[in-house]
């Protein structure tokens, strides 16, 4: 039987306004290779605030609408309208991630009655999702919504960061925003794994958190001699890959400029093209809105620089790699790719002003859940 729910909606219209609700919808029946999940746990990651807030200003944040059913709203800067056109207009869901129990499912997928399954789906700050069920990865017996919601997005790329340091013939990794919640498990992993890790962060609370798990080189970003350090620490480890979360400024440079400054250390004779040593920057996240500045003639002439995102990389890795890196993560699911949560919320809390601002800032260790089962 048909069932509805309440979805969380961002709507940007061409007047630059984004507007935050929660709209409610009915579920069809699941097709015969469908499941419909009640969700129990959504994690809300950077990538999620991308499209819920997209480029809104946090700072005209209001409230509209009957008290009952509340709407956030933000103004969004004309400038910015032009590059999401593709959204105006559209009530978009939102939540990349999720896990839940199957409460209802097609005749081919029966057995997953009752089962509690995490899903990348997109649409999971709601109530109920419907999706396929080869879409849809069974949890371990006993465990916890909240311990299986995150499954994909950060354990999936901090696995997928050191498969393409393999794959791209590297050795070893430098990390930006390393104290993030996917920076604490790639530093687990690279532990496990034997792979040498540069650590970068931006405040002393946030290397003690690196330490904690066992990093051995961890630098600070604000310390006078950051760029020395780098470029040893870069020497010590033959680091020529790098993943920058920040994006905007000019800290990927600096790695880029480090990288090169290492491996002209050991020419033999001075060459103005600088050395022969390739080094690779991928920037996979925007945690600063900024342009991206790049000192290039400090770089030699053998670099690249691009962006790197997780589903191209599942598509490039084939069926085995993906299936072994599923594996693991579900292997390792309260240890190397546990999340913390800073809070719990239900999806209209979603909506208070002072929570947005609170997920908003992405600050270290405050990641919040949702689970729609409290309201
Ligand atoms: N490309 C992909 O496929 C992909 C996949 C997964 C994740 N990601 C990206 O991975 C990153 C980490 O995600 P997460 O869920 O692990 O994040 P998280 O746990 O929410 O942590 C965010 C971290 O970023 C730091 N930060 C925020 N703004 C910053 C800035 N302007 N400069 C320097 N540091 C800043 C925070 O430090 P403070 O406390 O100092 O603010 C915090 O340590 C995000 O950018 C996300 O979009 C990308």
Known sequence: MA??????RSTLSEDGTLRLSLEQVTYADPAPDEVLVRIEAAPINPSDLGLLLGPAQIDTLRTEGAAENPAVVFDVPQARLGSMKARLGRSMPVGNEGAGTVVAAGADAAQLIG????????????????????????LPEGTAAADGAAIFVNPMTALAFVETMRREG????????????LGQMLQKICLADGVPLVNIVRSEAQAV??????????????????????TDAIAETGATLAFDAIGGGSLGSDIV??????????????????????????IYGALDLAPTTLNRLAFGFQ????????????????MET??????RVLAELTTTFASRYTRTIGLAEALQPEVVRAYERKATGEKFLIDPGLG
């Open 115 to 138: 089962k509690r399954v995490a899903a990348i789906g997109g649409a999971m700050f709601a109530d109920y999702r419907l999706l396929k069920a080869r879409d849809v990865v069974e």
């Open 322 to 327: 993906l299936a072994a890196m599923r594996q």
């Open 3 to 8: 069932c509805t729910g309440r979805e969380l």
């Open 209 to 230: 958190i690196l330490k904690e798990i066992g990093a051995t080189h961890v630098l600070n970003s604000q310390d006078a001699d950051f760029r020395a350090k780098l």
């Open 303 to 318: 670099w690249s620089v691009s962006g790197w995102l997780l589903l191209p990389f599942f598509r490039k890795a084939g």
């Open 257 to 282: 400029q480090a990288m090169e400054a290492a491996a002209v250390r050991t020419m033999a004779e001075y060459s103005r093209y600088g050395s022969d040593q390739f080094k690779q920057l991928y």
């Open 170 to 181: 590297h050795s070893a990794i430098v990390h930006t925003a390393a104290a993030s919640n």
